[in-house]
């Protein structure tokens, strides 16, 4: 018998909730629920906290998407996904042959990293866009006051965390070959010391300040966003970037737009399950959950058996292999949208589900993102609503595996507004470049495509890459009741995925459901908790391909994503995160 401590999260209630993984964003959030603010003024201002106290997640020159539940009215999708350059092309990186994976970054394997190292790494940067054109469209307060935390915290500094430490560590090499990166988050070319033998009685941690991200975020407060879409500090950034020997043009900031629209739409059991639109986890979320349905139309099982997680798994897995086949942008390639997410399609998958059909043992000896690249696990063109005039075929050589580094927020206000907002910088620190004249980070949004040819997901100028993110609203009867999302880059629609059973077909409470035992199906190997060990032993078509994932884990462990969520029960909001992970949450009444 081992012994081991029970971890747990007492999660909080009150008229108003937040969570988010930094107490300097819940603590924005509170800040502005405090002045009279709605719940996009609190997301916002944590959003752009975020941004400052989490470059190894996330960054303000990214990108992300944002659900907004009206009290009792419409849920609105604001979408600042990633995007290429318009100079970008299918053969900017020369393919590295000599590695057969890369150092842990988790993406197309190419010579000297630089789809996710360095300036030609960097997407058209959103996050500041997407997040303001959110506030002034649905936000109460002015813009200064709601970026008045995110001033503050970039100049006074904030306190360096293990997490911080280790991170800087791990991508030393890189962080010191940027003189940006390196005055920004090293200290004299070395990681910042934490306080990890206790902050109360033997010292403090180095405080990480960035005086001109502070200056720069302090202008667009004074001025608005157009300072930087358009404006001087646009012309610095692209500057920077094209001296570093990027593709990024003022022509690309002048293009951002965010896209303010009504979002995908899924009726699951006695809720409303909302999506963004463009390429992202989204899709294969709800293709899960649609066959989730067609598996139990009638009665789900809600207890964990042998049977209900090879289910779960196998609906992941042919839903990840239809993802690293067909899904790209489809104002680029023709997807099958509606066939994914389709009763019909959901059905045929269920009964090849229940024949014992296992896509993924196939591609056993190879990265099932690479496997299916170029080889169709499915036809779901037979169930869509229009078909393309000609056979759609990819035939890429390799493909890739999306990266981590993604932060996540949740909000319900006393009103009933709901906000679910993801941002991120595509992985680790970004491209692990800093614009030293605005202190932005710059993303590595070019690793999320496949860096082979002709694929769904291949480079293309002006293209959106296929990206994790997958925020969701849920509504009942009309009224927004959960908003859900979470980091953790492919493993993010997973525990998605299974926050909602725990929510909606289980009954759990908001704690319960983000404390309750996850799995994640999206590569070769089954991740599970630990303590789903003796259940598994029982699962024949399981036990030979899992690996457990220990619950005395690191506080920021990515292996079954770390879900923030936020819950209308009764009266009250209920907020929380994953009880694994260091994370945030705080209401008032």
Not at 428 to 448: F, Q, S, Y
Request: proline share 7%; charged share 20%.
């Amino acid at each position: 018998m081992k012994s081991a401590q029970v971890v747990s999260r007492t999660g909080v209630r009150g008229r108003a909730a937040v969570a988010a993984a930094r107490p300097q964003s819940v603590d924005a959030a509170y800040l502005m629920l405090e002045k009279g603010g709605n719940a996009v003024d609190a997301a916002v201002a944590a959003a752009l906290v975020a941004g400052v106290v989490e470059p190894m997640e996330t960054t303000l020159a990214g990108s992300g998407f944002m659900l907004v539940g009206e009290p009792g009215g419409p849920v609105h999708s604001v979408e600042f996904g990633p995007r290429a350059p318009l100079a970008a092309h299918e053969t900017m990186y020369e393919i590295d042959e000599h590695r057969q994976i890369d150092r842990g970054l988790g993406v197309s394997v190419v010579v000297g990293d630089k789809n996710v190292e360095g300036a030609l790494a960097t997407g058209v940067p959103a996050t500041l866009r997407g997040l303001l054109d959110a506030h002034e469209r649905f936000g109460s307060l002015p813009r200064a006051t709601v970026m008045q935390p995110a001033v503050a915290v970039a100049a006074e500094g904030f306190p360096a965390d293990a997490y911080f430490a280790l991170e800087a560590l791990e991508h030393l090499r890189a962080l010191r070959r940027d003189h940006g990166a390196s005055r920004s988050f090293l200290l004299e070319g070395l990681p910042p010391t934490p306080a990890h033998l206790g902050a109360s009685t033997l010292g403090t941690p180095s405080q990480i300040k960035q005086a001109a991200l502070a200056e720069t975020l302090n202008r667009i407060a004074q001025r608005g966003v157009g300072e930087f879409y358009g404006g001087e500090l646009g012309r610095r950034f692209v500057q920077t970037v094209r001296e570093q020997g990027g593709i990024l043009s003022e022509q690309d900031l002048i293009s951002v737009q965010t896209c303010v629209m009504a979002p995908r739409q899924l009726r699951f059991r006695d809720c409303e399950v909302w999506a963004p639109n463009s390429p992202c986890g989204a899709l294969t979320q709800l293709q899960i959950l649609q066959t989730w349905m067609a598996l139990y139309p009638d009665t789900p099982p809600l207890d964990d058996t042998p049977e209900r997680l090879e289910h779960l798994a196998q609906a992941s897995w042919h839903a990840f292999a239809d993802r690293y086949h067909w899904l790209g942008d489809p104002q680029f390639v023709p997807v099958p949208e509606n066939a994914l997410i389709s009763p019909a399609y959901a059905r045929h998958l269920a009964e090849r589900i229940r024949a014992g059909d296992q896509p993924f043992r196939y591609a056993s000896n190879e990265a099932p993102w690479n496997y299916f690249a170029g080889r169709a696990a499915h036809d779901p063109w037979a169930f869509n609503d229009s078909t393309p005039d000609s056979p759609v075929k990819w035939h890429p050589a390799g493909s890739t595996e999306p990266t981590t580094g993604t932060t996540h927020i949740s909000v319900i206000d006393r009103n009933g507004m709901s906000v679910s907002l993801t941002h991120t910088a595509a992985n680790h620190w970004g491209a692990k470049v800093v614009c030293e004249r605005t202190g932005l980070l710059l993303d590595a949004a070019m690793g999320w495509f496949n860096a082979r040819t002709n694929a769904a997901n291949s480079i293309a100028g002006g293209k959106r890459p296929l990206a994790n993110m997958g925020p969701i609203m849920l509504t009942r009867q009309g009224s927004p009741f959960a908003a859900v999302g979470a980091p953790g880059g492919r493993r993010i629609i997973n525990a998605v995925v299974q926050i909602i059973l725990n929510l909606v077909e289980r009954k759990m409470d908001a704690v319960e459901a983000c404390a309750a035992p996850r799995i994640d199906a999206s590569g070769t190997t089954l991740l599970a908790s630990e303590r789903l060990a003796s259940v598994l032993r029982e699962a024949p078509g399981l036990s030979n391909v899992v690996r457990y994932v220990e619950e005395q884990h690191q506080g920021y462990g990515y292996e079954l994503a770390r879900p923030v969520l936020a819950v209308r029960e009764a009266d009250n909001v209920a907020a929380t995160i994953d009880p694994f992970s260091k994370g945030y949450a705080r209401s008032m009444n």
